[in-house]
């Protein structure tokens, strides 16, 4: 995916699903997941920033778009 | 423009009023009392698990005083944020006067 933190996988569409079959399906790791213990001084987003990204740290910012903004379109492509 | 509760806003007339509770200038005031602590609250729990960062419990410590001087800034202005004896009061007894911070 574009962003480090998408991944998607293609779940298999069987003849006999009753329902449409979901091509792609997308999940977000955030960030935090690969920091067992965050370090001193990270760097920090301002002050004014930090109210609107939801976090002080770029380094665990995880936007988490709605449906439509996903990456790479719509969610089920 | 004329906000929610219909009550026109005057920029001539608001000089000689008592600033409007809810306006414009209330809810901007609010924002940066609203950055700070949010500021405020990520240090302190980034302070829970690392309670030698020298350096963070300076900011903390910086912050925590701007935040006080903001918030008494905020109330002289414009009335109590808290109640329960939190903030002060002017006369008379201002704590229920619409809009409670919430509410805005």
């Not at chain 1, 920033?49 to 996903?70: D, I, V």
Request: hydrophobic content about 35%; some cysteine.
């Amino acid at each position: 995916m574009q962003d480090g933190q998408w991944r998607e996988w293609r779940p298999y569409a069987g003849h006999w699903d009753p329902c449409p079959p979901i091509r792609v399906k997308r999940y977000m790791v955030p960030p935090n997941q690969y920091i067992p213990y965050q370090p001193m001084n990270l760097p920090q987003y301002s002050l004014d920033e930090a109210l609107y990204r939801g976090t002080l740290w770029p380094a665990l910012f995880s936007p988490y778009p709605s449906q439509g903004q996903k990456q790479g379109g719509g969610a089920h492509g | 423009m004329a906000d929610l509760n219909g009550a026109v806003e005057r920029p001539a007339a608001a000089l000689q009023q008592p600033p409007e509770r809810g306006g414009e200038a209330y809810r901007r005031e609010l924002e940066e009392l609203q950055k700070v602590d949010f500021v405020l609250v990520e240090l302190n729990l980034y302070l829970d698990t690392h309670p030698t960062d020298m350096q963070a419990i300076q900011q903390f410590n910086q912050l925590a005083q701007r935040r006080q001087q903001i918030c008494y800034a905020f109330e002289m202005k414009y009335g109590p944020l808290k109640h329960f004896g939190q903030s002060f009061s002017r006369f008379p007894w201002q704590w229920p006067e619409t809009p409670w911070p919430w509410q805005v």
